[in-house]
């Protein structure tokens, strides 16, 4: 469905991707592994059309879509979680949502896709009205992730979900994930908590300073000895 | 105190238009970070446009009065697309002399086009005062409030009810995430430097009929745009409604009680003031649009 062929991305001197292959397939869930600095934002938002690919492919369908606008992007069905939460802190919940769902006409789905985040998120509903910036991390995160279902997309690209929020809080979040996934959406996740990402996941890419070093089931990386040794540490097992 | 009630009546006049001027140039920099020096220029063209399009081309009043504002929404436009997206991710500073440079033009573009005398636009408003028990007001200032009323509140209405409203606070807040919302920013940017010049040319035209249309007018006007924006706050839209209408009763109180000369210097003299105790404007209380 989505494929990654040999992309390299630069931003001015600094080559942040090189030379990277990577593949989904309907309803997978797939996740992107590796230290801070590998490469795993720059490969989401090159896929969003927030940046360009100095060479390589990126298809889509078997359809071109490098260089695509970021709303070419998403009018295709593909829709970026981006790092940080990033929700609109001046705006309402109710304002965020609609800038969710601002590519779309239908007046009537938009507005029963509103009513589903709602009863998924009550919290959402219960600060519809509040400005985002007011929010709790974790209401932040639930905001945009229900932000970027709004536009119904059939590819769904959540960036470090869980970064900075307690526990019990992460938790939920990766039932959401997964939860997205079970409804048939297909998910490409970037992840710094490797075990939780590699557990949750059907097959996952680690990545080392722009490259794709390893690739293969979750269970085959979680077993790895070196994945194991670099990104899971003897205390996460030990937990 | 009836003398009081006429100043009230004719600040609430002036305020308005004072507002439509602030609110143009604080949304400019609200949502695009420029120090837009062309606002009193635009505020200028739009005086000339009424004048052109009634006196010369002999249109209707009403209809010139829209055209202008529509025209220098377009003056906007193409300076935004000329100038300031070939700038973007410039230093402020290139971007500020750009405008200063764009803003020398402008000026010099009127006086080589209509001349050094001072025009009046003609209306169809007659001279005869309405009387209010001890107050009095023309029918033109009337409804010169009275748009500049509706204009703000249509303004508040875009940009707070409608989906294009919210994708350019959006844009403000944040225009990565914003583009991946499926927002066009560079055209927010077009559009945003457009509804602003478009408000500062319908100030001009509303208030070319009152006052006099003179080359250099944009001069003191852009001033005293700026100075309604930094009284409301940088970036604050009500701020810049609640500093036009401020501006408006300063200077006729000032100008009625104190001294007439110094009309024009009251305005900046309550700048200082702010300045000195509340240097984020008299409601900011933090820097937002809408």
Known sequence: MLRLEDVTVAYGRVTALKGVSLELREGELVSLIGANGAGKSTALKTVSGLLRPLSGRITWDGEPISGLLPREILQRGIAHCPEGRRVFPHLSVRENLAMGALLRTDSAGIASDLEAMYARFPRLKERAAQAAGTLSGGEQQMLAIARALMSRPRLVMFDEPSLGLAPNIVEQVFSIVQEVRREGLTVLMVEQNALAALSLCDRAYLMETGRVVRAGTGTELLESSDVREAYLGGRAFAA | ?290
């Open chain 2, 1 to 290: 105190m009836d003398q009081a009630l006429q100043h009230l009546v004719n600040g609430t006049v002036l305020g308005g238009t004072y507002a439509l001027l602030g609110i143009g140039l604080t949304l400019i920099f609200g949502v695009m970070r420029v120090v837009n020096f062309t606002h009193g220029e635009l505020y200028a063209f739009g005086a000339y446009m009424a004048y052109g399009l009634v006196s010369l081309l002999g249109l209707n009043f009403y209809l010139s009065l829209l055209l202008a504002a529509l025209l220098g929404a377009a003056l906007g436009a193409v300076i935004e697309r000329v100038l300031l997206r070939p700038l973007r991710g410039a230093d402020i500073d290139s971007v500020m002399l750009a405008m200063i440079g764009a803003a020398l033009v402008l000026q010099n573009a009127s006086m080589w086009a209509w001349g050094g005398v001072a025009k009046l636009v003609p209306s169809p408003f007659d001279g005869m005062p309405l009387v209010f028990g001890p107050v009095s007001v023309l029918p033109l200032r009337l409804f010169v409030l009275g748009v500049a009323v509706a204009l703000l509140l249509a303004f508040w209405f875009l940009l707070d009810r409608t989906r294009a409203g919210i994708a350019m606070r959006a844009t403000f807040q944040d225009p990565e995430t914003a583009a991946l919302m499926g927002v066009r920013v560079a055209w927010v940017g077009t559009a945003t430097f457009a509804i602003g010049s478009g408000l500062a040319a319908a100030a001009g035209a509303l208030l070319g009929p009152v006052f006099m249309v003179s080359p250099t007018m944009g001069d003191l006007v852009g001033l005293k745009a700026f100075a309604i924006v930094i009284l409301g706050g940088l970036g604050n839209l009500p701020g810049a409604v609640i500093g036009g209408f401020a501006l408006g009763y300063v200077e006729e109180f000032g100008g009625g009680f104190l001294s007439t000369e110094y009309r024009d210097a009251f305005g900046f003299l309550l700048i200082i003031l702010v300045l000195a105790i509340r240097p984020q404007g008299l409601v900011a209380a933090k820097e937002r649009v809408g």
